[in-house]
């Protein structure tokens, strides 16, 4: 069972308006505009086989069902799935698959999502070739007749290599191919993969749509008539759900997602700029930068640059410098809250990865992560500089 749609919206709503209204009306019996948290685990039936739409809260939620609703909406997407955590979503739209299927990835994607392919879903004879799917003719040549789906990560974690998704959609579904975008890094504020021609996007909501870090939780928006029919089916059989709690706090998320997005895109320009001038920075991958090899794309694809970026500073010594002297910018795994936060992907993020794959992939151990979040710009600024200044 799933709902989809835009309650009370027309179809020319916009952006900003499908974030606070899409998929929520006031509660019926009490006129509360804010979705409530049904925290319950079943519900009373009035009769033998007559109930009102819900029957166990695995299966069914008011609270979790409005989210699903409202994120597929943002995401111009048929239906949403929500799940207990970004890699239970991935985790989900694997069981699309079966033995002996393959799967073309994103060389550089997360170290989580690398960590389930490589080594628990090999076990299930899924095989996987990783290439750098900002190149389509390596992307082209690694299709097989046994492959299912292209999985993507643009921006990528975290050099911030782009997918040009368009181009990407009209050479998966030429080989029969589902395109599967992992939306996490930019938001659907960024970027809307399914506008772009993709099958299925995914969101660890843990990140910009939550925005406040202080939940975890994952979500699939399909299109296809047949994945929105398993999907439902397999979110209630392994039964990883996203809590009532879960599903509040991320439509709360969502209604300040398009403010959020343009304050974490402004800071993280600004600093890419500050780094990138900065003497003791080699290097900053940052897409909004007229520098980065893919700006053209960024500028077509995306709308605003988004709140990540890296530097290189050369040496894990001078890393580690930097990141035990800053003050107000914190040492923290995870990306997309209000506060910013800052990483060393070679032993946090990426540290799954193999050192000779991480090298290939342009992730050294001087490199660091930023996840910019909303504070005054020139505050993050100076922290950066202190800290710089102590290498």
Known sequence: MYRSGIVKLTSRARFST???HAGQEPDPSTGAIIVPIYQTSTYVQEALGKHKGYEYARTQNPTRMALERNIAAIESGKAGFAFASGMAAIGAIATLLKAGDHVVVSDNTYGGTF????????????TFTYVDTSDLDAVARALRPSTRILFVETPTNPVMRLTDLRAAADLAHRHDVRLVVDNTFASPYIQRPILLGADIVIHSTTKYLNGHSDSVGGIVVAQRDEDIEWLGFVQNAEGAILSPFDSFLVL???KTLPIRMQQHSANGMALAEFLAGHPKVEKVYY?????????????RQMNGFGGMLAFDVGSIDAARRVLDSVRLHSLAESLGGVETLISHPATMTHSSVPPDRRKALGITDGMVRISSGIED???????????????
Do not use: M, W
Not at 377 to 388: F, G, N, R, S, T
């Open 18 to 20: 499908i974030c606070l």
């Open 115 to 126: 960590r389930l392919f490589d080594k628990v879903l090999t076990r299930y004879q899924l």
């Open 252 to 254: 709360r998320g969502t």
């Open 287 to 299: 897409p909004g930068l007229r520098t980065h090899p893919q700006y053209d794309l960024a500028s």
């Open 377 to 391: 710009v020139e505050d993050l600024k100076e922290d950066l500089a202190q800290a710089l200044d102590r290498i």
